[in-house]
């Protein structure tokens, strides 16, 4: 239709391509093609560029020294939270917790939230399709407590079973925390749906946002969610940065995760008292040109035009979907309904290891193995799979040249 016509001509891929500089290099004697975007996305030159003026000109430590570096390093810091705050929707920027990532913020929940909350009987519902990071700080936290981390069920499909959900929400469900699109898979869970349900049996609700925010809008408020998070490397920011939001009287009840500077008020061997949200969750030296880096990655991502990415994103998945269905051999892994920025399958016969080493030689990276979430290989009855993760400057000339790869591939292997 023409009104899909006109959105798409708003998505300049190749003027996109062109501000990734590294994107434009031979890998083994071909054009890279890089299909690794959910492991981590590339960083446009207004990203480098920001890193790279902050050292040159502001850099210094934050909320500390009475000199104008340090006003300028703090003020950019705190600006970037406000980026954040804008990205997600969230009703305030004391809201934003900066961590190194999502694997800090859910060990930050869990630990914190957890283990002044947890009883023995007490459960934790994660979903069978977690990433590692969103299951093992669980177990951490209720082998402490005595509760109990409960897998939700997936279908064969690769899908939420929200049947099964039903079955297991009872009053002894305290925390559901879930992934809001798959890495393994790309499977979209339907977070607001599932939020809704949880909090009907006074369960908090933590969203895994890892694979999702270089993908979707996302909303706070909207959602009602209680914890969120995701890394900034995975929206073309650099690594060492992440976010955490949580709703503020959920932080506010919450003790300390780490202690140090900056998260307290006073200090003393009588008694110590704690800084206010977000601080009390942020000692030490904070990742500075981490989060200018991201903040920079922001003001870029809103520059552009959302729903005609997002229509460049579904079109290109699409078709690697329907190259993938039309290709002799392959099974695809995950077959949801609903999925971004993932194709994960196995060549049958061949070792996904041996699929993406050969592909690397033709200049396509792709990632192979377990994608650390075992559970969802083994209910799927897979050791790995070969997983093709797509960016928003991924093209359908990389779908081509991924499946144009994997005829030699074959050739070399059978
Ligand atoms: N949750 C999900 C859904 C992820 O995809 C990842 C990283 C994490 C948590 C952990 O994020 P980190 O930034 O703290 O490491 N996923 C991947 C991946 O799929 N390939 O490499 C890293």
Known sequence: GGAIGSVLMSFDVQAIRAQFPILA???????????????????????????????????SNVHRGAHTLSDRATSAFEQARVAVQGLLNAGSSDEIIWTKGTTESVNLVAFSWGQANLKPGDRVLVSAMEHHANIVPWQLVCAK???????????????????????????????VSIVHVSNALGTVNPVAEIIARAHRVGALVMVDGAQAVAHFDLDMQALDCDFYTFSGHKLFGPTGIGALYGKMALLEAMPPFMGGGEMIETVSFEQT????????????????????????????????????????????????????????????????????????????????????????????AVRTGSHCAMPIMSRLGVSGTVRASFALYNTREDVDALFAALDKVKLFLF
């Open 25 to 59: 290099q031979q890998i083994n004697g071909n054009p890279l093609v890089y299909l690794d975007n959910g492991a981590t996305t590339q960083k446009p030159d207004a990203v480098i560029d920001a890193i790279s003026n902050f050292y040159r000109h502001d850099n």
């Open 145 to 175: 407590t005595g509760a109990e981390v409960v897998p939700i069920p997936v279908t064969d499909a690769g899908e939420l079973d929200l049947e099964a959900l039903d079955g297991l929400l009872d009053e002894r469900v305290k925390f």
């Open 273 to 364: 008292t704690f800084n206010r949200v977000p601080y009390k969750f942020e000692p030490g030296t904070p990742n500075i040109a981490g989060a200018v880096g991201l903040a920079a990655a922001i003001t870029w991502f809103n520059g552009l035009d959302r729903a005609a990415m997002m229509a460049h994103e579904q079109a290109v998945l699409d078709y690697a979907v329907e190259c993938a269905h039309n290709y002799p051999g392959l099974t695809l892994i995950g077959q949801a309904d609903q999925r971004a920025g993932v194709l994960s399958f196995v060549l049958d016969g061949s070792h996904p290891h041996d699929v993406g080493t050969l592909l690397d030689q033709q200049g396509v």
